[in-house]
């Protein structure tokens, strides 16, 4: 190639040159080899100080001319893409990034476009070489900008460092911005003077919430609460005469329970309770148990009664009303929770059935009253049962029990009508309605447990609640250990000196815990005290760079940075002690022990953070809490979570047990709930689901591994409800996008942005015509063929999906069978999802490299640039070789130089 | 029927107008030929301005046929859910047959004033953005009844939901602050400020030590820091501005609990009376919820819960009972817009000819969980009232609920044509 001086061109020449080619265009268009060359011939004679900006050599610039610079050129533009250069400054990114997308298009055979004039395979090749040797050689691993810890990251920290384990922001906390498809991009990252104040804020509320402003003392007061002044939800209670009546018992509060309205404990303390309570015919010997716990005011009436503190039982055995006092500790915010615990009615559906279905067997008329008020016209063909609901409900049973005509010929327990109350009394629905309006013969007929008044007098002393023991724990935790004498100083200044380094997550110097040290002495000397210091000083802390930022440091990449990296990647949180030690130590970066500690870090169940986040970026899956599918798809919210679900406890499945990476596409499992997967994935299964070691994730879910044929239609990323939802709107569904959006996340080529001047040609599938025609558009159009052939048959491939993933043979509305087959880019025809997927194991490494890609773009903070994609394909290969498990591809991509550069 | 005092639950309903009240809604002539949607940009010549906004959403909907008067245009007959409202007729408009054709369920309920894409900006957060700000409190949300903490009926520009003061009590405290609540304001703001210089010298001695582009990169720190610091400043210097004082007293418990909601209803609109009194907010949004709760009237438990009764499948027993629900809102609601005849602005004129009232909802159905025909009234705000404006939504050009929002905008002096999927107004029809 050419020497080095002769290389090192026209830095101002350029410029000249460049003005040349733009006004005298047209001319300059024939001859353009020619200039070139004489050009070329003029300036090699020229030496001039600049060594990265590099003239084109003569076969590239011939070639370039040949058969790109017709239409990338500074007048034509085709696809906002200019060629035309003479030299090329290698040391300007957006030079790297224009010539890396020039080598993705030739590479690709995307360009030049099929009817234009097609270059030699020789010609492609050594445009390649000249392009891939020049961007590996000028384009530096590394590269990224210091990053604001984001939302979820700020949560994590905060909770570590201050070991606050309920920590979150602030509803309307400023969000943050997503940057290349991930929300922890150094460039997305941006910093904004309301986001400041807000952090300043939040920081003042973690100070308060360790060292809480004083509250004022309260006087001791008594309360009184008759049966008007208790609440009644649903049927769990109603007032008759000068008593309020229980008559039920339920897990649920709302169900079950009554509170006093107007009494809230405002100061933690001992009080004493004073209740009044009589029995309201009862039909045993048996003490009614009533029983008080401790609930905050403002929880939610969906609670469980297990969830509050429980204070005292108190039996009851009585007609007369007894009175009975008791000592209990309450706390700020809370008031009494009463409950019957021996009630003979259970809102529990199997419970209920069971009772009434007794109760039917005994008492025909009371079954016969019950089939009137639910099927009113003496058959199956009308159903009422929301109006049964409460009162009304009983009025009605009442009515037709008093009725002589009342219809006595189905009232056994083997008429098809019985059978189908007991099923509808077993199902949710039925269950509310009946058991609110049972409460009512009760209510009227007893057994109730009557309440004629509540009275709570205190504080008779006051306690510390939870909330002031734990502050008390975690003041310890931050402050430490004050030694004998030790001034409110030396005390601070060792305090800071642990908890700095905690806090920036590296070595802090003495010069910058001087600093901070002179905030809380300053504070002193102007009357404050030492909590007053100690709180402006965390107030201070959290809102400075070092705390805010992660990876500024000077100079390269060290090991406290790595194990920022490292931590943060894997669980979205602080480095831990172990991690900061080895740290410390200037292990963490010796390749064994890096790889150890990230086999430690790794996520392993479905709900952990990195897993979420990570999933949910990448797959978009994080869009579909706000998709609200068309109610004809009859996709609950419920099937929304388990859709999610699914994605995460797969995701979690492939890393734990290092599974092939092919597993993502086409594996023989898929984790979801059977109902699920009959409903949505036309799963056969008449086996007994076997579980082993049943897990419940902390949303409550339960996803069991249920095998799969390979090569089907479901099963594998493409193949999941939570992908084709996501990638849908919930009401249709669009080709192009699905396209567009594989081609990203799946095959990791993004197709460029559709030109400026091209309107989007969006089918509209509700409309009357076949979509595929209307899109034909695009495949015969040059200037949109080039990029539609990519994505458009991928897109129909996929219209076998609906919006929310399942199978369907025609469009809707029109009724025309979906025309799925198509041929991909390298000439492979396809009929359907199947053979596309089964194109992808045959090409798993397009997928490897992609998902690597992602991840890396995760874990750095920036999106790998050529000569980082180049290492990363080294690995996929390497990986590939050996197993191709995806937990060894995340470890080995740990190691990368990429991930241990800044 | 005055003020606040006048609790809910003293009225109680005859059967026999109930019955009235529940016959089918026959076929309103609706307004016949439609130039009565105004293209979004003509604007009907009138100078008449109003200041405020206040919007009240009821989460279980409103029973249609008991809100909807069964004659168009004025002189109608008082239907039984707004007969509360009788006082008032001439200050207020309902509307029927209006919607933003938006999804169904729950889930949607935000529709109300989101528009057609539930949980996007909505029309109160519109108004504060463009009018609110110059006030103390940009914009207020206030909640009665529990709440769930996952609703919201205010949503940002980026469709963050805004969370809902639910205690009066809290409210109370940032309307009319007191001294000690003031002294700890000052404190943190003069300590804060006092301390910045600190972090500041700090973080310049990090920006030394690191490379250029990442120095570039915390210029934004530096940017955002001083801008912090200059607006403390800011406060500081106001901090002595004078806070309104009043003679109001709350109870000395929140009335939080569900069956207290007509309560902490009655509250809230006094607080909001007092809010717009004293100008410490325009925009003020309200959502009613509804959960299990029993209330009794009377002393009289009603037949079931607030939620099974919205749930009433057509049983004239259970609506009989939503109704007296229903008609406690419109009680509270009354004694509301009593509050703003009677108090007055600066140049003497009642708080209602410069206040929007707009009650409604995202439901139309809640027993069958429909959203579309949402019961909605307008009160207030210097607009020509009396009637009922019945739309026949079955014509392709009927005029949609945003339609409505363009006119109440376009009267608070913001030049808006469009809202969600509306970018027509009403002003020919409503002004």
Known sequence: MHPAPLSSLFVGLSLATCRVTRSNYAALRKRRPYILAILLAHVTTISLHANTDLPIPDRPAEILADYCLDCHDEAEMKGDLNLDFLTIDWSL??????????????????????????????????????????????????????????????EATIRGLFNLTDFTLPI??????????????????????????????????????????????????????????????????????????LASRAEQIMRSCTWPSRIEIMSSGTYLVTISASQFLPISDEPMKLEFRARELTASDRSFTDSFRLLKEIDFSSESPETVTFEADLYEGQTLLLRWTNAEMDHEFNALADQLGAWFERDPRFLA????????????????????????GWEIVTKNLADPNLDMSMATMDTEMTKALMKLIRSLQGTYQVADAMCHYYFENGPALEIHGLTVEGPLKTVDDPTDLRRKELRSQLLGERKHGQSDEAFTRQMLEQFLPQAFRRPVDKQTINTFLSIAKRHWAQGASFEDGVHLLIRNILISPRFLYRMVSPGEMDEYDLAARLSYFLTQGPPDEKLLALAQSGSLSNPDVLRKEARRLLPSRPEDAMIQSFTGQWLDTKLLPEIMPDPVFKFSESDIQIAKAEVEWFFAEMLNENLPLTDFIDPDFTYTTLEFAKKNYQYQSDRELIRKDVYRDERGLTLDRLPMQRGGRYG?????????????????????????????????????????????????IRGTTNPKEMLAAHMADGACATCHKQIDPIGFMLENFDPVGRWREEWPKIDVPIESSGVLPDGTPIEDITDFKAWLVDNIDFFSQCLSEKLLTYATGRVPNYAERKEIETIVLENHKNGNGFQDLVLALIQSETFGTK | MTTQSTLPGTYSIGRRQFLRSTAALIALPALESFPILGAATASTGSVKKARNLVSVG?????????????????????????????????????????????????????????????????????????????????????????????????????????????????????????????????YMLRSGKSSIDYVLEDALRLQNSVTQRDSDKLDEYFDSLRSVEKRMTQQIASIDDPIPTTDYKLPDSDPITPNLLMEAETLMYDLMALSIETESSRVLSFFIDGLGQVFSFDGEPLKAGYHGLSHHGNDPAMIQDLIKIEQSHMYCLSGFINQLKEKKDPEGKPLLDST???????????????????????????????????????????????????????????????????????????S
């Open chain 1, 172 to 245: 309307g906390f400023p969000r943050d911005t997503e940057f290349h498809g991930f929300n922890n991009v150094g460039e997305g990252l941006v910093l904004s003077p309301p986001l400041l104040e807000s952090y300043g804020k939040v920081a003042a509320k973690i100070a308060d919430e360790i060292f809480p402003p004083a509250k004022p003392a309260h006087k001791s007061t008594t309360r009184h609460a008759g049966p008007e002044d208790m609440v009644l939800s649903f049927s769990a209670a109603t007032v008759r005469g000068d008593a309020l009546l």
């Open chain 1, 93 to 154: 990114k957006e030079n790297r990034t224009l010539w890396e997308k020039a080598h993705f298009m030739a590479k690709g055979g995307h360009m030049p476009p099929a009817k234009k004039k097609q270059p030699s395979d020789e010609e492609r090749e050594s445009i390649l070489a000249w392009l891939d040797s020049s961007l590996l050689e000028h384009t530096p691993i590394g590269g990224t900008l210091p990053r604001r810890l984001n939302q979820a990251e700020y």
């Open chain 2, 58 to 186: 009821a989460y279980l909907g409103l029973h249609q046929n008991a809100f909807f008067p069964k004659e168009a245009g004025r002189g109608y007959t008082m239907p039984e859910t707004l007969k509360p409202l009788d006082p008032h007729r001439d200050a207020f408009t309902v509307f029927s047959g209006m919607d933003h054709r938006a999804p169904n369920g729950h889930g949607a309920w935000s529709n109300f004033l989101c528009g057609n894409a539930p949980k996007s900006y909505s029309l109160d957060q519109m108004v504060a953005d463009q009018i609110g700000q110059k006030s103390r409190f940009p914009s207020v949300q206030l909640t009665a009844g529990t709440g769930e903490g996952s609703k919201s009926m205010s949503f940002t520009k980026q469709g963050i939901g805004l969370p809902m003061v639910q205690r009066p009590s809290v409210f109370y405290k940032e309307l009319f602050m007191s001294e000690s609540d003031k002294d700890r304001m000052e």
């Open chain 1, 716 to 764: 594998g990323l493409l193949g999941q409800s939570a992908i084709m939802t996501a990638t849908a709107n919930g009401v249709d569904t669009q080709p192009v996008l699905r396209g567009v959006w594989v081609l990203e996340n799946i095959l990791g080529m993004p197709p460029p942005d559709p030109p400026k001047s091209v309107p989007a040609l969006t089918p509209d």
């Open chain 2, 356 to 430: 929007i009232v707009l009650m409604g909802t995202g439901m139309g159905d809640a027993s069958r969980h429909s959203n579309a025909n949402l019961p909605t009234l307008v009160a207030g705000g210097g607009f020509d009232h009396g009637s009922h404006i019945a739309i026949d939504r079955s014509k392709d050009d009927a005029p949609l609920l945003g339609d409505l929002y363009i006119t109440l905008m376009q009267r608070l002096g913001m030049e808006v044509d469009s809202f969600s999927n509306a970018s027509r107004n009403m002003n020919q029809l409503f």
């Open chain 1, 369 to 392: 009253a019950w089939q009137k008020a639910v099927y009113p016209n003496g058959d199956l063909s009308v159903t009422r049962i929301v109006q049964l609901r409460g009162k009304n």
